[in-house]
């Protein structure tokens, strides 16, 4: 799949480089411009000297996205311009620029020059397109898997690369995915659908993020097929031999999380801890007397890998 695209990529571009010398600036009714252009970095920071005043915030977390795509050649050219008004300042695309500046290194893009005020009053009012619609357009996830799917597959590549250190660790930020990185997150990650449908049916008995019970059925799989059976068909009849019993712990830290209500929301990272500290001990016959997370100043307790 890499290699392919890859290579996909560098046609595009030797394309785009032959018919650069013929192209035409297509020009709209209100004399606005718009053309292909192979952007520098020294460009973008040219443009964003031009940026306008109270232009939205910066997004970094998109910004990283959008460097990690150029520097790996997985930069798409999706439509989506940069965009200039009647005086030249950049109204549209600012993440992008300095994604460019960021990569030291180019990208093509669409530009569009010659907005005028009244386009501002509606510039970006329309609904953007999500993960979940990129899986299901491209055929990686059905409609009703689709949001499942990208969150297990953002939770799985963050565990993977050890960016789910502990039981508060959060995913977010420069740990979200770009939506081809998720597009390949998805298609390397075998039976991740199921994993999805699987899932949803086992949070009706236990109330944890779908997208840490898909993973920790993903991981748990790869161990021990007829144990990881076992261990959610437990889960799901309410098997509980008494005090000690990792899953009559499991249930009843689960439940004490969510009687404290929003304040101990429980987050995929915490839920991982659970669900892997409870297959250890299940798979190590351990008694489990406690589901302990830590604190900030004690420090929080480390995810253990299962086993």
């Known amino acids: 799949m890499t290699r392919e695209k890859s290579t996909a990529s560098a046609e595009t571009t030797q394309d785009l480089e032959l018919s650069a010398e013929t192209s035409s600036i297509a020009v709209g009714p209100g004399g606005e411009t718009a053309e292909y252009v192979f952007v520098t970095p020294e460009m973008a920071a040219e443009w964003l000297a031009r940026n306008i005043d109270r232009n939205r915030n910066v997004k970094k977390s998109r910004i990283s996205g959008y460097v990690r795509d150029i520097q790996s050649d997985n930069w798409v050219l999706t439509g989506e311009a940069i965009k200039f008004d009647t005086d030249g300042r950049l109204i549209d695309g600012q993440n992008r620029c300095h994604a460019i500046v960021s990569a030291g290194c180019g990208a093509w893009v669409l530009v569009v020059r010659g907005i005028s005020q009244e386009a501002l009053v509606v510039l970006d009012s329309g609904s953007a397109r999500n993960t979940g619609d990129m899986l299901v357009i491209t055929g990686l996830a059905e409609r009703a898997d689709a949001k499942d799917v990208g969150a297990i597959a953002r939770l799985h590549v963050a565990w993977k690369k050890g960016d789910v250190k502990h039981a508060a660790s959060h995913i977010g930020g420069s740990a979200q995915l770009t939506k081809t990185e998720m597009a390949e997150a ?49 889960i799901r009849d309410g098997i509980q031999t008494g005090p000690g019993d990792p ?21 995929p990272g915490q839920a991982l801890f659970y669900l892997f500290r409870t297959w250890n001990a299940y798979r190590g016959g351990e008694t489990l007397l406690k589901l302990q997370i830590g604190s900030p100043q004690a420090g929080f307790a480390p995810v253990p890998p299962p086993r």
């Open 247 to 267: 899953f009559l712990t499991l249930s009843r830290r689960v439940a004490s999380d969510l009687q404290a209500g929003a304040s101990r929301r429980i987050l």
């Open 186 to 234: 998805v298609m390397s990650i075998p039976d991740i659908d199921f994993a999805a449908r699987f899932a949803r049916n086992v949070y009706r008995y236990i109330r944890l993020p779908v997208s840490a019970l898909g993973v920790a059925f993903l991981e748990f799989s790869a161990i021990d097929v007829d144990d990881t059976a076992e261990f959610f068909n437990r």
